[in-house]
């Protein structure tokens, strides 16, 4: 086809630069920054800001026309709307269409490079410290096993189950949840005295008869288990578990580790706890007594898994390993 027939020219889709919702007498007027240039039938696009495929669509053209999508940088307002233009024009291609080519800057297919700075290669945290990372995340699920239990579930059941009141449950919860934070300075202030284990066996011990509390019905006993739950043993576990989680670990793997040993000890302890005492509590027909015994349980293996960590109040965090 001869160049004269192919009328090359720009279309600008949206100009909104920025990573901002556009307000005021501005709203809804503006696209976020792409240009298309139309050679021919074709279309190049050049950034995926906000809104670039109905854009597309209002200019006259469709997926179907694409032939390559350009990235001048990754800034989020150059490339927000590229993978929805990915997922949602997927069902306008017609069968046996050329794959469209992405261009942009930079190596996106690999990790980047370790600092220059870095003395050490990466290495992995797991195979190289699982005692570490097995007994930190069962110490940490006995605090997040309580916050999943007394926050979601706890409230649910004495509501609509025993039937206390709606407004004043609720204000209990209110109350423990300021002791929580009361709890947690004075836990991390005294693990600096009395050691992290000493500080949160505590903790650990009180859980044992909150469950026996909340069969009672009462709403007196409902407010003595929040408040123990939140105050004492949620705060004496959590206060001290952010230095605790860190002398797990030597100091070239410390934050991943720790971050890796707060991340399942609280997606595991807080996400499936409501859903698993909920399940057990319907497996014991309406009783508290299964749920109430693997809770029991659960915190009897976090206590062991303490007894088998070292003190790590003294311990020399300059250290290149850590014995546990």
């Known amino acids: 086809m001869a160049s004269a027939n192919l009328n090359p020219h720009v279309v600008t889709l949206g100009t909104a630069g920025g990573p901002r919702w556009w307000t005021g007498e501005n709203a809804g007027k503006r696209a976020g920054i792409s240009t298309a240039v139309i050679v021919g039938d074709s279309v190049y696009l050049v950034d995926a800001g906000t809104g670039v495929g109905n854009q597309l669509m209002k200019a006259g053209f469709t997926p179907a026309n694409l032939r390559g999508i350009f990235l001048t940088h990754l800034h989020s307002d150059h490339t927000i709307d590229l993978a929805s233009l990915a997922i949602f024009g997927m069902f306008t291609l017609p069968a046996?269409?050329?794959?469209?080519s992405i261009i942009g800057p930079g190596d996106r297919g690999a990790l980047?490079?370790?600092?220059?700075r870095a003395t050490t290669a990466?290495?992995?945290v797991f195979a190289q410290n699982p005692k570490s990372v097995i007994r930190g995340t069962l110490v940490g699920m006995s605090s997040y096993t309580v916050q999943g239990l007394m926050t979601v579930w706890a409230i649910s059941y004495v509501v609509e189950e025993v039937g206390m009141d709606r407004t004043a449950v609720l204000n209990i919860k209110a109350i423990g949840a300021a002791?929580?934070?009361?709890?947690?300075w004075v836990s991390s202030r005294y693990s600096d005295k009395l050691g992290r284990r000493t500080v949160m066996m505590v903790g650990i011990l009180a859980a044992l008869p909150i469950m026996w509390m909340l069969k009672l019905g009462q709403l007196w006993l409902f407010a003595i288990a929040l408040f123990v739950a939140?105050?004492?043993?949620?705060?004496?576990?959590f206060g001290p578990f952010g230095a605790f989680t860190a002398e797990l670990f030597?100091?070239?793997?410390?934050?991943?580790?720790?971050?890796?040993?707060?991340?399942?000890?609280?997606?595991?302890?807080?996400?499936?706890?409501?859903?698993?005492?909920?399940?057990?509590?319907?497996?014991?027909?309406?009783?508290?007594?299964?749920?109430g015994g693997v809770r029991a349980a659960a915190f009897i293996v976090a206590a062991l898994a303490m007894r088998g960590?070292?003190?790590?109040?003294?311990?020399?965090?300059?250290?290149?390993?850590m014995s546990h």
């Open 230 to 237: 939140n105050g004492i043993i949620q705060a004496f576990i």
């Open 122 to 124: 990466p290495q992995p």
């Open 179 to 184: 002791l929580t934070v009361v709890g947690i």
């Open 96 to 100: 046996g269409k050329a794959p469209i």
């Open 250 to 291: 030597p100091t070239r793997i410390r934050y991943t580790g720790a971050s890796l040993v707060y991340q399942l000890s609280s997606t595991v302890g807080a996400g499936f706890t409501p859903m698993i005492v909920a399940g057990l509590v319907l497996l014991g027909g309406g009783s508290l007594w299964i749920a």
């Open 112 to 116: 980047p490079p370790a600092s220059p």
């Open 309 to 321: 960590i070292k003190e790590g109040r003294d311990a020399d965090l300059e250290a290149e390993e």
